[in-house]
């Protein structure tokens, strides 16, 4: 890009904070150093810049808190970094109506203490939540195994405001009067990576905080045990919140004591309802084989979730490796005997099942005994493909990242999604190439 011009241009519209040149590399993506890093405070500023990087076809990578900035195929430009964390405030909460506006920026802890002070919450789980924030999750759409019951960030959004190409400032839903796009808004930029578009504010919907969480973890040496026992486990009157199996080395990573698999059972709401569940859970167990069965309290609880969660974005120890799979939840039972069964040597194959939400991840750690070649890959995504699986890779190396388009194979839809990207973004400045099929 013409570096000078668009920098004196920048500096004539004004923005609050420029990162000092020599620290872009800190804010590199997939390996390109940006030209110029830069964190609005305001709405106004960020339609600024993008209405500037517009006009000289600059292009803009949209970032929070980074904690999810590895997802995506590598873009084919990276020319100004758009800094969201300045924008971090708290628009209007309405405890009463149990609704509240937050800045892109805001992290979700901030988001979550706040609401906490009177007895709500906003039923989001996601990695590293002190750093991830509230435009990041809806940008991503990576969601916790608590989405099975409450559903995804995009149930509980009823109202969003977005900077598109030339600094058009829209909005939709909540209380507001015009939606200047035509479309469905908070459903079109959630799980867009940034590729429509910047997200500057969403509303949402809030939840009661439930007066108790429990967890049980449930363990057998033997897979077909736990697997026999989820289908029974999924009953009405048990009806858990999360219902997830890890195999040994997730168990290990995620620091769970015992040896086995374990089937993570999460259990919320009233205290009565919790117990009554809690007897109906140890009721079913009866008639399957098991190991033990420990109960969690709801601090224990917490934090082992948010390892899980955290295990392929921002734990001590990630992988070299995570591939997740969607499919649907009758399905899971089967995939995940596959995963288990299917052989890489030398390489450390952790497995989580969500059967609430129809996910798995396969986490691959080489422990620098080899390195993770594409057969390796191919040995795992081929034969979950051929019952009816799609995959993503969310993490891989650098160079594997450049082989492949990382959201595997191209959707039906994909006309449709390049008709979208076209209207919202006619000169392709926003995330070049990073989405699904290089959108």
């Not at 909005?171 to 940034?194: E, H, P, Q, W």
């Not at 578009?197 to 809030?206: H, M, N, R, S, Y």
């Amino acid at each position: 890009m013409g570096n000078n011009s668009f920098h004196q241009s920048l500096k004539s519209v004004g923005v609050s904070r420029t990162l000092p040149t020599e620290n872009n590399a800190s804010y590199s993506i997939d390996g390109i150093v940006p030209s110029l890093v830069v964190f609005p405070r305001t709405v106004d500023e960020v339609s600024n810049v993008v209405s500037t990087a517009h006009d000289y076809n600059v292009s803009i990578i949209p970032y929070g808190g980074g904690t999810k900035m590895i997802l995506g195929n590598v873009p084919r430009s990276a020319d100004v970094v758009l800094g969201l964390t300045d924008l971090d405030d708290v628009v209007d909460y309405q405890p009463a109506d149990m609704t509240a506006t937050f800045q892109s920026g805001t992290s979700i802890t901030k988001a979550q203490t706040l609401l906490a002070g009177k007895g709500q919450f906003l039923p989001i789980q996601t990695p590293v939540p002190d750093r991830a924030t509230i435009g990041g999750v809806l940008a991503t759409a990576i969601v916790g195994p608590a989405s099975a019951s409450y559903g995804s960030p995009r149930d509980w959004l009823i109202g969003i405001k977005t900077v598109s190409e030339n600094g058009i400032v829209a909005r939709a839903g909540g209380n507001v009067v015009k939606n200047v796009t035509g479309f469905d808004m908070s459903r079109l930029y959630t799980g867009s990576l940034g590729s429509l578009g910047v997200i500057v504010e969403a509303t949402f919907k809030l939840a009661p905080k439930p007066d108790t969480a429990k967890t049980l973890v449930i363990s057998s040496s033997n897979l077909d045990s736990l697997l026999s026992s989820v289908e029974a486990l999924r009953a009405p009157a048990t009806s858990p919140n999360a219902l997830v199996i890890v195999n040994p080395p997730i168990r290990q990573r995620i620091g769970l004591d015992g040896a086995g698999f374990a089937l993570l059972l999460s259990l919320n709401g009233r205290s009565s309802s919790v117990k009554q569940r809690i007897t109906e859970v140890n009721k079913t167990l009866s008639d399957h084989q098991i190991d033990s069965n420990i109960e969690l309290d709801q601090p224990q609880s917490e934090q082992l979730w948010q390892r899980l969660i955290n295990l392929p974005w921002g734990s001590s120890e990630p992988p070299d490796f995570s591939i997740k799979f969607n499919s649907v939840p009758s399905d899971v039972a089967s995939i995940m005997g596959l995963l288990d069964k299917t052989d890489l040597q030398h390489i450390v194959h952790g497995v989580i099942a969500d059967f609430g939400l129809g996910t798995l991840r396969s986490l691959l750690w080489s422990n620098g005994n080899s390195a993770i070649d594409r057969p390796s890959f191919e040995a795992i995504t081929l034969q979950v493909t051929q019952v009816g699986s799609r995959w993503v890779l969310e993490r891989s190396p650098l160079q594997f990242k450049k082989e492949i388009d990382i959201w595997g194979i191209e959707p039906e839809g994909l006309p449709i999604m390049q008709r979208i990207k076209n209207r919202f973004d006619p000169k392709d400045i926003f995330n070049p190439g990073r989405f699904v099929s290089g959108l």
